[in-house]
């Protein structure tokens, strides 16, 4: 959900003009509106696993933190997603190969967790209760906690499903086609080489559980945060806090 609010702008069809609503929504994409929604759960009741959405919701920025995390510190690679042919997770970063990468380690992380793709749950299976969760929220996060934060319709947020919904299917199609054989696992491998330029699958492979063990520190010790009421920004500032650290010491990557 918080891709398919932050790249309904590159929908090239799509415009104020004619109703598209998801052209400047990327400011959604937010760990500490995330938590906001999921600090919403422990006080309030909902008619769907609002905390579960909200936990994903914030998981999957907070991932991103590390994932993206831009300095090298202590000689230690960048995260995985700063890659050559993408750049350096800057305002100048590549999106076009950034997206055959990302795509790249969904299939990966779907080949080495024998996970099939196609069991996945997908953006066609979030409801109604999402997107008006999501509104409410963007109102009550504008009043509460940051005023700049503009509050969106709940039609906006479908919109942004349903133009993510192709990209998604996408992503399926391509882990099962890179993952349904040897030869194409080689083929993967090596593309996720071009642009990570790893010597040997060992080396991917010792990164990215790295990488996914980091993200999960993180999202846990934010989400432990988030249980004592502090506040949503502070959880992020803390998070950005720790993801240095964490860098710091070697844990997140070479």
Not at 37 to 57: V, Y
């Amino acid at each position: 959900m918080p891709d398919a609010l932050a790249f309904g702008r590159f929908n090239l069809s799509g415009s104020p003009g004619n109703g598209y609503q998801c052209t400047e929504l990327s400011y959604l994409h937010s760990a500490s509106f995330g938590i906001f929604m999921l600090q919403r759960t422990m006080t309030e009741s909902f008619s769907f696993d609002a905390r579960g959405f909200a936990i994903g919701f914030a998981g999957h920025v907070f991932g991103d933190f590390i994932g993206f995390f831009s300095k090298l510190l202590n000689n230690h690679r960048r995260g995985l997603l700063c890659a050559q042919h993408v750049g350096e997770c800057k305002a100048d970063i590549l999106y076009l190969p950034l997206w055959s990468l990302m795509a790249d380690m969904d299939a990966y992380f779907a080949m080495t967790n024998n996970i099939v793709a196609s069991t996945l749950p997908d953006v066609s299976g979030i409801g109604q209760e999402s997107y008006d969760f999501i509104a409410s929220s963007s109102k009550l996060y504008n009043a509460q906690i940051d005023s700049s934060f503009k509050p969106v319709q709940a039609s906006a947020v479908e919109q942004c499903v349903n133009f993510w919904r192709g990209n998604q299917q996408w992503v399926y199609q391509r882990a099962k086609l890179f993952t349904e054989n040897a030869l194409m696992r080689e083929a993967l491998l090596n593309e996720i080489q071009f642009f990570s330029t790893f010597n040997a699958t060992t080396e991917l492979s010792s990164f990215a559980a790295q990488q996914v063990n980091c993200a999960a520190t993180l999202i846990n010790s934010a989400l432990q945060l988030a249980a004592t009421k502090t506040s949503p920004l502070v959880v992020q500032q803390k998070a950005l806090q720790q993801a240095v650290q964490l860098y710091s010491q070697g844990d997140c990557s070479p």
